[in-house]
């Protein structure tokens, strides 16, 4: 319960103050009668009406402050919310070429991409994502879907070897963005990890850029892998021989694409930092929650001016019937 005028409360003060007074002014106006012995006044009493004649006094007090909480109209209040939630579409491009078994992250590259990346599905639950993979071709592992379940089998069937070899980053972006195009979100994005360079494909990745530019699609674009050269497990006829080879990321390429989408372009160098890369573009891409309240308010005052008068009628009707002091 709220109320419209909160201060008239402080009128409440005063009914302890004529409570005080009341009680002075009874024992002041009635006097004593001194007497040698009670013996005489035994087995007199005063009767109902001598102790029912304070309850006058009661049923004002209590129609004044029953009036001042009228006055300063008391309101419940009803209210609810109705939640809408726009989430975003979004669109993981993965590499899943040969050079991702390499093992400067741990276990290796394409372990630990799909392992942040189902973190980061995990954390949105109200947007639509896909999954495309690409090496020397692309694929549609998943189209988008609000059911994450199965998307995250998708991924988990993810692996290099499954496409023919190569880095086809324009035809992997490509694949991403006619998954996209046709979507009603106002937000639309693409996130795209390699660890290469384009070298499989007709079209290239600044291209593919321009086109998800066209559409309104945002990238992130991430490249994956250490700095120099990266332990990569290489099978011979004696079994598998750690080598050292090239880390070989087109990273001026991949920072224009991110920059012609008004996207950001990030470096992951171990596990650490692609983690700290999803959970940057997880903040980035915020899913936008509306909330309309609605109120409805209703007087309450009206009950408490009835009992005033209640107690006001009553105490008028004692004072000149049961309760009367004059003939």
Known sequence: MTFVHPNFLFFLLLVPLLVGWYIYRHRKIHPTLLLPSLKSLNGLHGGVRVYLRHLLFVLRMLALSLLIIAIA????????????????????????????????????????????????????????????????????????????????????????????????????VTTAVSRLKESKAKSKVIILLTDGSNNRGDITPKMSAQLAQTFGIRMYTIGVG?????????????????????????????????????????????????????????????????????????????????WALICILLEFILRNTYLRTNP
């Not at 975003?88 to 630990?112: F, K, T, Y």
């Not at 189902?118 to 993979?133: Q, S």
């Not at 992951?268 to 909330?291: F, G």
């Open 73 to 172: 109209r008391p309101q419940t209040t009803n209210s609810w919310s109705k939640d809408s939630v726009e989430g975003i579409d979004i669109v993981m491009a993965l590499d899943i070429s040969g050079s991702m078994l390499a093992m400067d992250l741990q276990p290796n590259r394409i372990e630990a991409a799909m392992n942040v990346a189902e973190e980061f599905v995990n954390n949105r639950p109200n947007d639509n994502i896909g999954l495309v993979v690409f090496s020397g071709e692309s694929f549609t592992m998943c189209p988008l879907t609000t059911d994450h379940a199965v998307l995250l089998n998708r991924l988990n069937e993810s692996k290099v070897g499954l496409l023919e070899d190569g880095t086809a980053i324009g035809l992997g």
């Open 226 to 306: 250490t700095q120099g050269e990266a332990p990569y497990p290489v099978p011979t006829a004696f079994g598998t021989r750690i080598e050292n080879i090239p880390v070989d990321i087109d990273e001026p390429t991949m920072k224009e694409m991110a920059a012609m989408t008004d996207g950001k372009y990030f470096r992951a160098v171990d596990n650490r930092s692609l983690s700290a890369i999803y959970r940057e573009i997880d903040q980035l891409e915020k899913t936008k929650l509306s909330i309309q309240n609605f109120q409805i308010k209703h007087e309450e005052f009206w009950i408490y001016a009835f």
